[in-house]
């Protein structure tokens, strides 16, 4: 059973493994704490906005400089076609594709407290002493601001102040009042836990009591300390691998299994993911890297930009490259840097875009982005990596072109992760991403998924 044998989950060959980036520093994204400052810089002298076909080129079509970041067009021709819906209207929920929403954001009647059954919430804490996965973790000391790239490589951020460390984050878990027996529960996990716990909680009550989403565990997980470069939270999020899944399944779900006395579904059906930012990457990470653990991904402004540090071999631009390749030199010397080294020569071939050049992964995923989005937060990482909007829309590009069930949602009048897109959508996508979902026998028996490589099957 789930939470009496540690399983060892396979790995994937995109990313340098986990105990080579430890002692170094990931890039993580600019989010939550940092927002407040985390406005548009002006591009440094030579950045190349002009030549498409010149290393690290950023494309500034579309883009209105007048707002800090700037505000782009929903319209841009570079971007995919959207239907543009009425101010106050949202899709359906069972409409796929891009959408464009606002600018006015009224929050969904869902989001308010009402006179139904209220789910328990149970927390508990957990330290970098319960983890085999993230023990060290990693801690930066001192500022970002000073801190610079390699010569002629502004996608390789260098962070000197980052070491191994500890952390202590808090986990809440959700119970509704109509979950009913001893049978294994779907569930959905929240990255960057404590954020929005109780909007969420709030539209479970709402939602399950009204039959329009099943009965579910949400389980939402503090992120490990800090953000941006260098820290615990970078580590966790912003890295291109299963780590953070195989963190949760071997380490997490265990302990809220014995903690609480939940059963958690074995169903990667009746299992989501989601996130915020850099959580909302790692929330794709987890379903495209471990897909016999869940199929179902919701993110809002998710960061599918060049925010893994060091370099991966063979993802040199980190979650770029699930949708666009590496935006710099395209001959010379592959190159790779472990911990605070300096990048050096190797043999191991590309690997990206890996939604272009990966078979379908059996995955629903709901994503919004804001039309003053992210832009180049950093200023030494001019790289042509960074517009938060970019990504997000060549994400719907590169899944509609591999046919995957998806719904994009570009928000007028709206920042990163904006309040106001996420109180008026939340009941929209939840309702979106659980679309289809039926209880399998796997949860009936006491059978136990073993992860394969190919996917999935019962003990």
Known sequence: MLGQTRRQLPRTDYTIPNRLILPGCLVSSLLLAYGAIAQTPGLKTGANTENPAAPFFIDLSGLDFKTSPPTRDPHNPKYPSATELPDGV??????????????????????????????????????????????????????????????????????????????????????PKQLAGTSRSPFMLVGDGGQSDATIFTVLDNLIEQKKLPPMIAI??????????????????????????????????????????VRLSHDPDARMTMGFSSSGAAAFSMAWFHPELYHRVLAYSPTMVNQQWPHSTALRGGAWEYHSPWAGPKNGPVLNAKGFGAPTPTEMSLGSPLIAKSAPKPMRFWFEVGDRDLWYPIISMDDGMHDWVLASESMAKALASKGYTYQFIFSRNAGHVDQPTFSETLGLALQWVWTGYHRHDIDDCECRVRPTAAGRGPD
């Open 220 to 261: 939402t997980i503090q992120a490990g300390g800090q953000d941006a470069q260098g820290s615990e939270r970078g580590l966790e999020y912003d890295t291109l691998s299963g780590a953070y899944a195989e963190f949760v399944e071997q380490e997490v779900l265990p302990l809220v299994e014995r903690k609480t006395g």
């Open 90 to 175: 949202l899709p359906a929920t069972n409409a796929q594709g891009n959408f464009i929403i606002g600018p006015t954001h009224t929050p969904d009647p869902e989001t308010v407290v009402q006179d139904v059954p209220k789910g328990q919430v149970n927390r508990f804490t957990m330290t970098s002493e319960d983890s085999v996965v993230y023990n060290p973790g990693l801690v930066r000391d001192g500022s970002l601001k000073l801190e610079s790239t390699f010569p002629d490589d502004p996608s390789s951020l260098i962070v000197s102040t980052s070491h191994p460390g500890t952390w202590t984050r808090s986990i809440s878990v959700y119970v």
